[in-house]
């Protein structure tokens, strides 16, 4: 059974990930709003993370395994993207030591999506679908559970769900129909979460039943019972001018933070993220802020150490300077939420404190993160 995507998405992190107070204008303001209401909870260990920022365009994606179709590394709206090149067919699977067999009971899955009025650049209709196969497959036709997403040249927008009830061959299906974008004309919804001509956070979350799904912060998708899967992969059969994925997030559990803190005396965060090289936070880092700054409130004694962690990319005369404009960044938002900032220290650390290995994809991933530490 082959399903449909063409996915575009975005490429977050790169040595360091944290970003800055900078001046913040209306549009990023109303998406951190969005975030500011989401009940999505990021993932703690992360599984497998592909910012595409190290791989050679027109090159293969080294981490990844093709399905089907044909994927090249390209570069979209200025960003690198694994590309769907055979006139946007394609389907590519995350490269796991077992590939049939690799998702937990808990999870996250995130990734951006660049979505945009097409004309004589591709075709009129992007497709994208998230496809999950069963535990114990010998191959991805076993993927019963799929979401997709729609998006046509006239802004109207849609997404679709079909998932596999736990131990049943019957299907928890449903669809929503996201209306138009503002600015294209017809009748404009004006809670579609979906912007026109920007990147789009989607984002989904599996806790051993329960399944929901997100875009920018918005809960789409909300199903009390799913079979759990083993494995999941993206596949596109759309042609689109923007077909590709890029900044692919998955991630193990979501522990409550406060039990993070009595267990380990500090919050160690990978859901704190900013633009590449930069300080600015990007939207959804607002979910996990939100986190925190409700925490310090339940908890009016907590006052913590923000530590800014980067890999070691780049130099330390980058990094280091870097890191503390970050950390920084992550303090003023929390005061922005109303913590005092006399509760709050922000530490630059660069590369100096890695917890992984820096010769590995996912010890880069692992080594770059912000970090409460309890004072």
Same mark, same amino acid.
């Given at each position: 059974?082959? +399903?449909?995507?063409?996915? =575009?998405?975005?490429?977050?992190?790169?040595?360091?990930?944290?970003?800055?107070?900078?001046?913040?204008?209306? #549009?990023?303001?109303?998406?951190?709003?969005?975030?500011?209401?989401?009940?999505? &909870?990021?993932?703690?260990?992360?599984?497998? $993370?592909?910012?595409?920022?190290?791989?050679?365009? *027109?090159?293969?994606?080294?981490? !990844?395994?093709?399905?089907?179709?044909?994927?090249?590394?390209?570069?979209?709206?200025?960003? /690198?993207?694994?590309?769907?090149?055979?006139?946007?067919?394609?389907?590519?699977?995350?490269?796991?030591?077992?590939? !049939?067999?690799?998702?937990?009971?808990?999870?996250?899955?995130?990734?951006?999506?660049?979505?945009?009025?097409?004309?004589?650049?591709?075709?009129?209709?992007?497709?994208?679908?998230?496809?999950?196969?069963?535990?114990?497959?010998?191959?991805? @036709?076993?993927?019963?559970?799929?979401?997709?997403? !729609?998006?046509?040249?006239?802004?109207?927008?849609?997404?679709? !769900?079909?998932?596999? /009830?736990?131990?049943? @061959?019957?299907?928890?299906?449903?669809?929503?129909?996201? *209306?138009?974008?503002? *600015?294209?004309?017809? @009748?404009?919804?004006?809670?579609?979460?979906?912007?026109?001509?920007?990147?789009?956070?989607?984002?989904?979350?599996?806790?051993?039943?329960?399944?929901?799904?997100? =875009?920018?912060?918005?809960? =789409?998708?909300?199903?009390?019972?799913? $079979?759990?899967?083993?494995?999941?992969?993206?596949?596109?059969?759309?042609?689109?001018?923007?077909?590709?994925?890029?900044?692919? +997030?998955?991630?193990?559990?979501?522990?409550?933070? @406060?039990?993070?803190?009595?267990?380990?005396?500090?919050?160690?965060?990978?859901? =704190? #993220?900013?633009? #590449?090289?930069?300080?600015?936070?990007?939207?959804?880092?607002?979910?996990?802020?939100?986190?925190?700054?409700?925490?310090? /409130?339940?908890?009016?004694?907590?006052?913590?150490?923000?530590?800014?962690?980067?890999?070691?990319?780049?130099?330390?005369?980058?990094?280091?300077?870097?890191?503390?404009?970050?950390? $920084?960044?992550?303090?003023?938002?929390? &005061?922005?939420?109303?913590?005092?900032?006399?509760?709050? #220290?922000?530490?630059?650390? *660069?590369?100096?404190?890695?917890?992984?290995?820096?010769?590995? $994809?996912?010890? +880069?991933?692992?080594?770059?993160? &912000?970090?409460?530490?309890?004072?």
């Amino acid at each position: 059974m082959k +399903r449909v995507i063409a996915i =575009i998405l975005t490429a977050l992190l790169a040595g360091c990930v944290f970003a800055s107070a900078q001046t913040v204008s209306g #549009t990023d303001r109303k998406v951190e709003t969005g975030y500011a209401k989401t009940d999505f &909870v990021p993932g703690d260990e992360i599984l497998f $993370e592909d910012t595409f920022e190290n791989e050679r365009t *027109g090159e293969f994606p080294l981490r !990844w395994d093709l399905l089907d179709g044909y994927i090249e590394t390209a570069t979209l709206q200025g960003r /690198k993207v694994l590309a769907f090149t055979d006139n946007g067919l394609g389907q590519v699977i995350p490269l796991m030591k077992d590939k !049939w067999n690799w998702l937990p009971e808990i999870f996250t899955v995130e990734f951006d999506l660049f979505v945009a009025p097409v004309s004589d650049e591709g075709g009129s209709e992007l497709g994208m679908e998230l496809c999950f196969g069963d535990r114990g497959a010998s191959d991805y @036709y076993n993927a019963a559970s799929y979401v997709s997403f !729609w998006y046509r040249e006239d802004g109207s927008s849609r997404m679709e !769900w079909n998932l596999r /009830k736990p131990g049943s @061959y019957d299907l928890s299906s449903g669809a929503k129909d996201l *209306g138009l974008n503002p *600015g294209l004309g017809g @009748y404009l919804e004006k809670d579609n979460p979906v912007k026109a001509g920007e990147w789009n956070h989607f984002a989904f979350s599996f806790n051993q039943r329960a399944f929901k799904g997100y =875009i920018n912060g918005v809960r =789409i998708i909300n199903v009390p019972a799913m $079979e759990a899967p083993g494995y999941l992969y993206f596949n596109s059969t759309s042609q689109y001018a923007y077909s590709g994925i890029s900044n692919v +997030r998955i991630a193990q559990g979501a522990v409550p933070l @406060y039990d993070r803190l009595m267990s380990e005396g500090k919050i160690v965060t990978y859901a =704190i #993220t900013f633009q #590449t090289g930069k300080a600015n936070l990007n939207p959804e880092s607002m979910v996990e802020i939100n986190r925190i700054a409700a925490l310090m /409130k339940e908890n009016p004694d907590l006052v913590f150490e923000v530590q800014g962690h980067c890999d070691s990319t780049g130099s330390d005369s980058v990094n280091d300077p870097l890191s503390q404009k970050r950390a $920084e960044a992550v303090v003023a938002a929390l &005061v922005d939420l109303g913590i005092a900032q006399s509760r709050l #220290t922000p530490v630059g650390k *660069g590369s100096h404190e890695p917890v992984a290995s820096n010769n590995t $994809e996912e010890g +880069r991933a692992r080594n770059r993160r &912000v970090e409460f530490v309890k004072k």
